[in-house]
């Protein structure tokens, strides 16, 4: 007999381990920022887009009528919602039929044809569907309505809105952080992370994005943990996005010290490595994705005759993945106990980093090459080994400068990636002036052209079909906690916790970041002294890393200590709980 179990309105077979916690969805009635009637229409503005219902309530027995229902993410330059809006953006026009006796209406939503797929993600029935809206057009002014009588019933997983916090001394990143913490929320309404509206299908890589975003604005750890379980069902096709899988994993092991799925899925995890498809120096032969849509790619390996990208089969793209994956599946079977498979995947990684920098790097310009027999040196060959600490330390910084010089030559995905290489190369001022750009590809772009969050693609440019509630493009919400406030797990469960800010430019930083001991609160003040005030959480045990300053001297709480001195950064180990300040001056 199969086992089936419902969570979150998901169906599993009994080939998953269901080791994951239920979702219980909520359900957050919003009031209107702004309603208005004009002419026979009423029009309403919930402030920011959001997956849910309407909820329609007149104040008085309305008459028979028959109403148009329009909901929408954008306006167009009438003020009116966008009937025929770009690419994948959502309009929906509904009918409302009204009757004496009945004063409150929810919508009847039908679902899109698109949505019926095998792996699609369903809603629950007893919340039924949904759809991302954040502007309402009620035609017939023959009923009466006001602004207490509309509610968007917005749908999502438990979210805890004071879990975290991130402010600095540039609104424009202010802004960032409020979209991509935002978006966190808004598309956790299906218990599982989705890619957007357009496919309601759970990826990989998007995923991942979204769930270190999710740990970054709310240490809750049970949509990441039953979407692994999704997509060990339903798993994608691309190379990277299988990898993703034991990055994943790690993850959450990293971020709460529970191997409880982990341990449940750990052969399953395993396959995902792709071992098989490894030649004898240890490199994958496979086909890479790189990044996506495909003209994001950087010229990625493009054949100059036809402009097409042409392999490699053996490519810098996949084997930083491949690498990076092994040493993740190595923290999970030694933390399980698997010392002799653990042993195998260090192995195996140290394998692959050797050959790796015989048959990609490029030795004269100091870079590496897209893949084997290649001799173009792209963004993402570049950045992915960055990201993953396969650079040595002494190829690091021509590499580096090499990637700073692409700017934004990536996808809103590519970006994660991107920007984690810059930091862990320290390029964090680089980094920052990215995330709080005004640029077409940036997401302050994102806000100005109307979506409250993020979007698939830069723009609809990079993606005619984009949708406005796509996860993947939320990097900031855990790049900015991770790195810019620098709180980071050194041991699992935040056993152990590193404190590294990392503000670039700006003057100032403050923020809260949710661990699984507790949150970490943090005030930096980044100017010819660098200042840094943190509390820490009961039985927290924290390294703390400075930046050197001209005088490379170093206090907490007032008194000159005599610090280890790394690569220009101050570093205190052992550091306990409660509150600290720390001055490099």
Same mark, same amino acid.
């Given at each position: 007999?199969?086992?089936?179990?419902?969570?979150?309105?998901?169906?599993?077979?009994?080939?998953?381990?269901?080791?994951?916690?239920?979702?219980?969805?909520?359900?957050?009635?919003?009031?209107?920022?702004?309603?208005?009637?004009?002419?026979?229409?009423?029009?309403?503005?919930?402030?920011?887009?959001?997956?849910?219902?309407l909820?329609?309530?007149?104040?008085?027995?309305?008459?028979?009528?028959?109403?148009?229902?329009?909901?929408?993410?954008?306006?167009?330059?009438d003020?009116?919602?966008?009937?025929?809006?770009?690419?994948?953006?959502?309009?929906?026009?509904?009918?409302l039929?009204?009757?004496?006796g009945?004063?409150?209406?929810?919508?009847?939503?039908?679902?899109?044809?698109?949505?019926?797929?095998?792996?699609?993600?369903?809603?629950?029935?007893?919340?039924?569907?949904?759809?991302?809206?954040r502007?309402?057009?009620?035609?017939?002014?023959?009923?009466?309505?006001?602004?207490?009588?509309?509610?968007?019933?917005?749908?999502?997983?438990?979210f805890?809105?004071?879990?975290?916090?991130?402010?600095?001394?540039?609104?424009?990143?202010?802004?960032? *952080?409020?979209?991509?913490?935002?978006?966190?929320?808004?598309?956790?309404?299906?218990?599982?992370?989705?890619?957007?509206?357009?496919?309601?299908?759970?990826?990989?890589?998007?995923?991942?994005?979204?769930?270190?975003?999710?740990?970054?604005?709310?240490?809750?750890?049970?949509?990441?943990?039953?979407?692994?379980?999704?997509?060990?069902?339903?798993?994608?096709?691309?190379?990277? *996005?299988?990898?993703?899988?034991?990055?994943?994993?790690?993850?959450?092991?990293?971020?709460?010290?529970?191997?409880? +799925?982990?341990?449940?899925?750990?052969?399953?995890?395993?396959?995902?490595?792709?071992?098989? &498809?490894?030649?004898?120096?240890?490199?994958?032969?496979?086909?890479?994705?790189? /990044? *996506?849509?495909?003209?994001?790619?950087?010229?990625?390996?493009?054949?100059?005759?036809?402009?097409?990208?042409?392999?490699?089969?053996?490519?810098?793209?996949?084997? =930083? @993945?491949?690498?990076?994956?092994?040493?993740?599946?190595e923290?999970?079977?030694?933390?399980?106990?698997?010392?002799?498979?653990?042993?195998? @995947?260090?192995?195996?990684?140290?394998? #692959?980093?050797?050959?790796?920098? $015989?048959?990609?790097?490029?030795?004269?310009?100091?870079?590496?090459?897209?893949?084997?027999?290649?001799?173009?040196?792209?963004?993402?060959?570049?950045?992915?080994?960055?990201?993953?600490?396969?650079?040595?330390?002494?190829? $690091?910084?021509?590499?580096?400068?090499?990637?700073?010089?692409?700017?934004?030559?990536?996808?809103?995905?590519?970006?994660?990636?991107?920007?984690?290489?810059?930091f862990?190369?320290?390029? /964090?001022?680089?980094?920052?002036?990215?995330?709080s750009?005004?640029?077409e590809?940036?997401?302050?772009?994102?806000?100005?052209?109307g979506?409250?969050?993020?979007?698939?693609?830069?723009?609809?440019? =990079?993606?005619?079909?984009?949708?406005?509630?796509?996860?993947?493009?939320?990097a900031?919400?855990?790049?900015?906690?991770?790195? #810019?406030?620098?709180?980071?797990?050194?041991?699992?469960?935040?056993? &152990?916790?590193?404190?590294?800010?990392?503000?670039?430019?700006?003057?100032?930083?403050?923020?809260?970041?949710?661990?699984?001991?507790?949150? +970490?609160?943090?005030?930096?003040?980044?100017? =010819?002294?660098f200042?840094?005030?943190?509390?820490?959480?009961?039985?927290?045990?924290?390294?703390?890393v400075?930046?050197?300053?001209?005088?490379?001297?170093?206090s907490?709480?007032? &008194?000159?200590?005599?610090?280890?001195?790394?690569?220009?950064?101050?570093?205190?180990?052992?550091?306990?709980?409660?509150?600290?300040?720390?001055?490099?001056?």
């Open positions: 007999m199969l086992r089936i179990a419902c969570l979150a309105g998901i169906w599993l077979s009994s080939s998953v381990a269901l080791a994951a916690d239920p979702v219980e969805l909520q359900i957050t009635p919003v009031e209107p920022v702004l309603f208005e009637r004009r002419g026979d229409v009423f029009f309403a503005d919930f402030g920011k887009a959001a997956y849910g219902n909820q329609v309530e007149f104040s008085e027995d309305p008459p028979v009528a028959q109403l148009k229902v329009r909901l929408g993410e954008k306006l167009g330059a003020g009116r919602i966008d009937r025929d809006p770009p690419g994948s953006v959502n309009f929906r026009e509904i009918e039929y009204t009757q004496p009945t004063k409150q209406y929810p919508l009847d939503i039908p679902s899109k044809d698109a949505h019926q797929g095998r792996s699609v993600v369903k809603m629950p029935p007893e919340i039924g569907e949904v759809t991302p809206f502007y309402v057009e009620i035609e017939g002014a023959a009923v009466k309505l006001d602004k207490s009588g509309l509610r968007q019933l917005f749908v999502h997983a438990p805890a809105d004071d879990a975290a916090s991130f402010e600095s001394s540039d609104e424009t990143l202010n802004a960032v *952080w409020d979209l991509c913490r935002h978006t966190v929320k808004a598309t956790s309404a299906f218990g599982v992370y989705i890619d957007g509206e357009r496919e309601r299908i759970a990826y990989e890589a998007d995923a991942y994005i979204n769930q270190l975003s999710h740990y970054g604005s709310d240490l809750d750890p049970r949509v990441a943990r039953y979407t692994i379980e999704h997509l060990l069902e339903y798993p994608t096709w691309p190379t990277e *996005w299988a990898l993703h899988m034991p990055m994943m994993a790690a993850a959450d092991y990293m971020a709460t010290g529970d191997l409880k +799925v982990a341990a449940a899925n750990y052969e399953a995890l395993k396959e995902k490595l792709l071992m098989e &498809k490894a030649r004898d120096d240890g490199l994958l032969r496979v086909d890479a994705i790189v /990044d *996506w849509p495909g003209a994001e790619r950087d010229n990625y390996n493009r054949e100059p005759a036809t402009a097409r990208q042409v392999g490699p089969d053996v490519n810098t793209v996949a084997n =930083a @993945f491949y690498y990076h994956a092994l040493r993740q599946m923290v999970l079977a030694r933390a399980l106990n698997y010392e002799a498979e653990a042993d195998d @995947f260090d192995a195996r990684a140290d394998q #692959v980093y050797d050959s790796f920098h $015989r048959v990609f790097f490029d030795t004269r310009r100091g870079i590496y090459r897209d893949g084997e027999g290649s001799t173009h040196a792209s963004l993402h060959a570049n950045m992915f080994p960055l990201a993953f600490n396969l650079t040595p330390a002494n190829r $690091r910084a021509k590499v580096a400068d090499f990637v700073q010089s692409r700017g934004m030559a990536c996808s809103v995905y590519g970006a994660q990636y991107l920007l984690e290489g810059l862990r190369a320290g390029k /964090d001022q680089h980094a920052v002036e990215l995330m750009a005004r640029t590809r940036s997401w302050w772009h994102m806000t100005q052209q979506s409250t969050m993020t979007l698939e693609a830069w723009n609809e440019k =990079a993606k005619s079909n984009l949708t406005w509630n796509h996860a993947w493009g939320a900031p919400g855990n790049i900015l906690p991770r790195f #810019v406030l620098g709180v980071r797990p050194i041991e699992p469960g935040y056993a &152990k916790i590193l404190i590294a800010p990392r503000p670039g430019a700006l003057k100032w930083v403050r923020g809260k970041v949710p661990t699984a001991i507790g949150p +970490v609160v943090l005030n930096v003040e980044n100017a =010819a002294a200042k840094l005030a943190v509390e820490l959480p009961p039985g927290a045990k924290a390294r703390v400075l930046p050197h300053r001209a005088q490379g001297q170093v907490v709480n007032g &008194k000159d200590m005599v610090a280890s001195s790394v690569g220009g950064y101050f570093v205190l180990d052992d550091i306990g709980a409660g509150k600290h300040v720390f001055e490099s001056r």
